[in-house]
């Protein structure tokens, strides 16, 4: 029994929510939003009194995954075109930094070039001191991969942890070489 498909999602005021030929539309004050809601689907979609609610045609397992997967999808959206969802990213390292130029993210990350990563649409990005990179948008999903694409550029090495991370994000240190064959014991060979 999916506990979580069987709240409503109850929309907030100033978003609309909206159901035409097999799409749910959600549109609020940071956007408007789009999903297809399969032809072919275990579970109906309705909307009732400013609530979306998400009902199985049967009790197979692949209903009640249905059922939860559509009614978590609905909350994203009313909760990314009500507030927004955002990412933050550390860049560690020295002479590593970040600018924004129009729609164009600009990383110096020690490569011998510039990176130029065009801003999607629907997609806001600050930087702030020139490490800290903000990506914000209504999409939860897109705001996510965004920010992995952005990650993937120079990820963090686990010596001394230079690259971009996610600002909760802990990197596992490992320790480096040790001096080897240094002191008395070296020099007879033991």
């Known amino acids: 029994m999916s506990r979580i498909g069987k709240r409503p999602v109850v929309a907030p005021s100033g978003v609309k929510i ?26 109906n979609v309705a909307v009732e009194g400013g609530e979306l ?13 249905e059922q939860g997967l559509i009614r978590a999808l609905a909350a994203n959206m009313v909760t990314g075109v009500s507030k927004g969802f955002t990412k933050d990213l550390d860049i560690v390292g020295v002479g590593y930094k970040s600018e924004v130029k129009g729609q164009v993210l600009l990383l110096n990350l020690g490569y011998s070039h510039p990176i130029e990563f065009a801003i999607p649409k629907g997609i806001q990005i600050a930087v702030e001191k020139q490490t800290h990179i903000t990506v914000s ?16 550029y120079r990820s963090p090495e686990p010596y001394k942890g230079k690259g971009i991370k996610y600002t909760a994000e ?14 008395a014991g070296a020099a007879k060979g033991g």
């Open 170 to 183: 802990r990197i596992r240190r490992k320790v480096g070489k040790a001096a080897v064959g240094t002191g």
């Open 53 to 65: 609610k998400v009902t199985r045609k049967s009790d197979t397992r692949e209903a009640r995954m």
């Open 18 to 43: 909206a159901i035409a030929d097999a799409t749910l539309k959600v549109e609020g004050p940071k956007g408007k939003l789009e999903m297809g809601i399969p032809v072919k689907s275990n579970v």
């Open 137 to 152: 948008g209504a999409d939860k999903g897109l705001v996510g991969e965004t920010a992995a694409i952005i990650r993937r």
